[in-house]
C-alpha cells in the first residue's frame, strides 16, 4: 500500500481565493510531481521536485506555485483561483530509479472554483 | 518533441479479449509503463517493459517493440469491473515520464 496522501478529498471555493492543496509521503522518495488533469483526458505536469529545495516547472506551471522545504511535503499553492482552475490535481511520488519502479499517486483532489 | 499515442476509446464484449495499442517518439527511453484508471480515482501500476517482448501477469500482457516505438496492452476474459481508461507513459532520457492520453474502455455484457 502506498503512502501518498492529499488533502483535502474534494474542494469548492470561490474566484480569486489562494488556496494550497497538500501532499505529503512517508516513503522518503525524493522525487514528486503535480499533476492536473480533466475528466477523460491525459495528465499534465504542474510542477516536480526531485528532492528538498529543487522545483521545476512543468507544462501548466503558470499561476501556481509549490514548494519543498522537507522531503515528504509538496504542496500546491494557486495565489488567485479562477473557474479554468476546476480540475482534478494529482500528486505522485517516485522512488530512486530501477527497473520496473513505478510512480505512487495520492487519491487525488478534486477543485471546483466557482 | 515527445509524443504518445493511443486510441481514445474501446468497446469490448465481457469474456473476451482486447489490445490498447500505445505508439511513442520519446527524448531517450528508459522503459513503457501501463497504468489504470477508473473514473475520478488515481492511476495504478498494471506493467513495466523495457525489453522487447512481452510481459505477462494473470489476465493482463504487455508487448514491447522498441525499434518500432510501439506497445500493447492484452486484457483477456475481460470483466466489468476492467472498464476504465488505459494510460500509457514512457520514461524518457531524464526519467521523467510521459504520459498519452488514456484509452477509455468500456465493457458491455
Known amino acids: 500500500e502506498a503512502d501518498i496522501y492529499q488533502t483535502p478529498r474534494y474542494l469548492v471555493i470561490g474566484t480569486g481565493k489562494k488556496i494550497t492543496l497538500e501532499c505529503s509521503q512517508t516513503?522518503?522518495?525524493?522525487?514528486m510531481y503535480w499533476y492536473q488533469q480533466d475528466p477523460g483526458m491525459e495528465l499534465h505536469l504542474i510542477h516536480y521536485?526531485?528532492?528538498?529545495?529543487?522545483?521545476e516547472k512543468g507544462d501548466l506551471s503558470s499561476e501556481s506555485t509549490v514548494s519543498r522545504i522537507r522531503t515528504e511535503h509538496f504542496p500546491l499553492t494557486l495565489e488567485s483561483a479562477r473557474p479554468s482552475h476546476t480540475s482534478q490535481y494529482l500528486c505522485?511520488?517516485?522512488?530512486?530509479?530501477?527497473?520496473?519502479?513505478?510512480?505512487?499517486f495520492g487519491q487525488g483532489t478534486r477543485l471546483t472554483v466557482v | 518533441g515527445q509524443n504518445i499515442d493511443q486510441p481514445t476509446e474501446m468497446t469490448a464484449t465481457e469474456g473476451a479479449i482486447v489490445q490498447i495499442n500505445c505508439t511513442y517518439q520519446t527524448s531517450g527511453f528508459n522503459g513503457l509503463f501501463w497504468y489504470q484508471q477508473h473514473a475520478g480515482e488515481a492511476p495504478t501500476f498494471l506493467s513495466y517493459?523495457?525489453l522487447d517482448g512481452l510481459e505477462e501477469k494473470g489476465r493482463f500482457s504487455s508487448f514491447l517493440s522498441r525499434s518500432k516505438g510501439y506497445s500493447y496492452l492484452l486484457l483477456k476474459e475481460l470483466q466489468m469491473k476492467d472498464s476504465a481508461s488505459y494510460l500509457c507513459?514512457?520514461?524518457?532520457?531524464?526519467?521523467?515520464?510521459?504520459w498519452g492520453a488514456g484509452t477509455k474502455l468500456i465493457i458491455k455484457p
Open positions: 507513459a514512457v520514461a524518457d532520457s531524464n526519467y521523467q515520464l510521459i
Open positions: 505522485a511520488s517516485l522512488p530512486p530509479w530501477r527497473q520496473g519502479t513505478e510512480a505512487f
Open positions: 517493459n523495457v
Open positions: 521536485s526531485y528532492g528538498v529545495n529543487s522545483t
Open positions: 516513503m522518503g522518495h525524493d522525487k
